[in-house]
């Protein structure tokens, strides 16, 4: 696996916990999975950028939003009786939210510490 993509893989584990449920998007989250050993941090973030629930909105009959970032798809769909969902298209300030967020779960002090090995 490329040493880039060792900080992304606490964010990965969250991500395909918090999609679980959510078929089209988990679907993609576990095909990338698979091409790990190709990707590069660039194309890891382009993918997870572009997984369809980014695209979509969630709200459940009780006019709740699906937030990923508070709790899993299942979580969410647990709670409630019906799920509607609803193209947002390119959003550039969720897109935004949801990079921030997952560049927060990733682990950047294992490639510096891997670095340091590597040196000494």
Not at 74 to 93: D, E, L, P, Y
């Amino acid at each position: 696996m490329n040493s880039e993509i060792q900080p992304f893989l606490p964010a990965l584990s969250i991500l395909e916990n918090r999609l679980e449920g959510e078929h089209k998007s988990h679907e993609q989250l576990l095909s990338l999975l698979g091409e790990l050993s190709i990707l590069n941090e660039v194309q890891i973030i382009s993918e997870l950028l572009s997984l369809d629930y980014v695209y979509h909105k969630y709200n459940n009959d009780q006019s709740e939003t699906w937030d990923i970032t508070l709790e899993s798809f299942t979580a969410f769909k647990n709670c409630s009786v019906s799920i509607s969902r609803s193209q947002v298209g390119v959003n550039s300030v969720k897109i935004c939210s949801i990079f921030e967020w997952i560049m927060l779960l990733c682990n950047w002090e294992t490639n510096v510490v891997h670095q340091t090995t590597a040196i000494n």
